[in-house]
């Protein structure tokens, strides 16, 4: 990995991080426009997804800059970039009223699929951060309320699949009354299923293909796990026992 790593580096490293950065993010942006047109032409949507994208960017970028050690950025964190554009498209059809379609579907199936890959990539390069790992968590969590909200608005399942997009937002908003909510938290290999059941049950329910009545039971039996998982964790940071 460290040979790897160093050979990688070559070129590159004689610019700064937050460059290489600012450069896959701006080919990101072109990325993101060129797709949304495909998909949406001149709809205004895209100026959201457009808006989007570049706010989580920006935001990214001053973490480079703070919090990342290596000497490039790597393909981990090409990854996850990609994964935001992806995500930047879905809220482009989200602003410009969605409609159940098969190319929809096949970048929510692409986003999801490409989750995992960062964290691979990270670990064969040597590139594992804590950066890295929290610019993940939060391009995930951002995929998650997409999804959630274009299921809602398709009209295939009720209000009640917005629970599915909501937990990450919901605990971070719960630890300003309760810090002790804002605590480490250790390794579950349940989280991490519960995370996975929770993703594709949200893309089954906008496959054209699935009946509604599937989709709810889908989307219905994921919120229950999703529930779960996160009271575990409250009961872990609240120091309950049981």
């Not at 490409?114 to 691979?120: E, K, R, T």
């Not at 398709?154 to 810090?179: D, E, H, K, M, N």
């Not at 002790?180 to 989280?191: C, K």
């Amino acid at each position: 990995m460290a040979n790897l790593d160093k050979s990688s580096d070559v070129g590159l490293a004689r610019f700064s991080v937050a460059a290489q950065f600012a450069v896959v993010g701006l080919i990101g942006g072109c990325f993101v426009a060129g797709v949304s047109w495909i998909l949406l032409g001149n709809s205004p949507g895209i100026l959201g997804g457009m808006c989007l994208y570049g706010v989580v960017i920006a935001l990214a970028l001053n973490g480079v800059r703070e919090r990342f050690a290596h000497r490039t950025i790597g393909l981990c964190n090409g990854a996850t970039i990609a994964r935001l554009a992806l995500v930047s498209v879905l809220v482009a059809v989200l602003m410009s009223g969605y409609a159940l379609s098969w190319a929809v579907f096949g970048v929510a199936v692409v986003a999801f699929a490409l989750d995992g890959v960062d964290g691979w990539l990270a670990r064969r390069e040597g590139r594992a951060s804590a950066f890295g790992a929290r610019f993940d968590m939060e391009v995930d969590s951002l995929l998650a309320l997409v999804l959630a909200l274009l299921v809602w608005q398709s009209g295939t399942v009720g209000a009640y699949v917005v629970i599915l997009g909501l937990p990450r937002y919901a605990f971070w908003v719960a630890q300003f009354p309760f810090p002790s909510l804002n605590g480490a938290l250790p390794e579950r290999f349940s989280r991490k299923v519960v995370c996975v059941v929770q993703i594709t049950a949200l893309i089954t329910a906008l496959c054209p293909l699935v009946p509604a009545p599937v989709a709810s039971v889908f989307v219905g039996a994921a919120a229950v796990a999703l529930i779960w998982s996160f009271w575990v964790d409250v009961r872990h940071l609240s120091g309950a026992r049981g």
